[in-house]
């Protein structure tokens, strides 16, 4: 899907490409003055997978603008898309042993084994509850030009559902009064003006803003400075609908000076793509 949305964007797409022929694609792609290209690797070639981090840093210092999207999935999520979509896990043949296939989750494991170098370097995207729309919307975020070295994104999520795989920094605001409780606040989000006037009447919450933005200004230089060209600040509630919508909106506020600077809701709010 990540792929389609990408060549729809203009890019010129090649998906399973084998590792060692990644350098020699991408020089024929800039003899052929094609600008924008796209690869999908996977597991699909799993002998070549530890040789990609180096190929990829090799690529860069010779000049090479990349920028690595990894998506990933929570294990239940995984596991759901494979028994809908009825496709054998790439691994399976690979794990198996004397005649008998090894489960699925074995297999997403040993993948999860596998990419964990990469993963740790590059920046994840959360799949796990995401709409088409919304992945959509954020590869497009991620895909604009011209970007400084480090994308600052804040992402408001429900606890309920799971913390993000995506997020570097998390930040617990179910303590914070809740507008869930209110029945004509209820139907609303933390962008919808009513809510946002109530949670502010709290002090409690202008003072839960302050320690973040604080905590934040004292270590993004760190960040920065580590070569990091993504940082996720992950801000949940019960339900993902108010009070980690309206402090992540604030918190965006903040740091509107930042450029660029994403803004994430994992809720579904009224006017996101569906």
Same mark, same amino acid.
């Given at each position: ?19 060692? #022929? ?134 408001? #999520? ?117």
């Amino acid at each position: 899907m990540a792929l389609r949305m990408l060549e729809d964007a203009g890019y010129t797409c090649i998906d399973n490409l084998p590792v060692r #022929f990644l350098s020699e694609f991408i020089a024929n792609a800039r003899d052929e003055q094609l600008e924008r290209v796209a690869v999908a690797i996977d597991v699909r070639s799993p002998g070549e997978l530890a040789d990609l981090p180096d190929t990829i840093t090799a690529l860069r210092a010779m000049g090479t603008s990349l920028r690595v999207i990894f998506l990933d999935a929570n294990t239940q999520t995984l596991a759901q898309r494979y028994s809908e979509s009825r496709r054998r896990h790439p691994l399976t043949d690979r794990l198996s042993r004397g005649g008998q296939a090894p489960s699925l989750l074995d297999a997403i494991s040993l993948e999860r084994d596998l990419l964990a170098p990469l993963r740790e370097q590059e920046h994840v995207i959360d799949t796990s509850g995401l709409t088409p729309g919304q992945l959509r919307s954020w590869i497009a975020d991620l895909i604009q030009d011209d970007r400084p070295p480090l994308v600052l994104t804040f992402q408001s #999520f429900a606890y309920k559902r799971g913390v993000p795989n995506d997020a570097d920094l998390v930040f617990d605001v179910r303590c914070l009064p809740n507008p869930y409780y209110d029945r004509n606040l209820r139907p609303l989000t933390g962008r919808d003006e009513p809510v946002a006037t109530w949670l502010a009447s709290f002090e409690i919450v202008g003072q839960m803003i302050d320690d973040i933005t604080g905590f934040l200004q004292r270590w993004l230089p760190q960040y920065t400075q580590d070569t990091r060209s993504y940082l996720t600040i992950a801000v949940g509630c019960t339900g993902g609908q108010h009070r980690s919508v309206y402090v992540v909106e604030q918190l965006a506020k903040r740091f509107a000076d930042h450029d660029p600077l994403l803004v994430r809701h994992r809720a579904q709010l009224p006017d996101e793509s569906s």
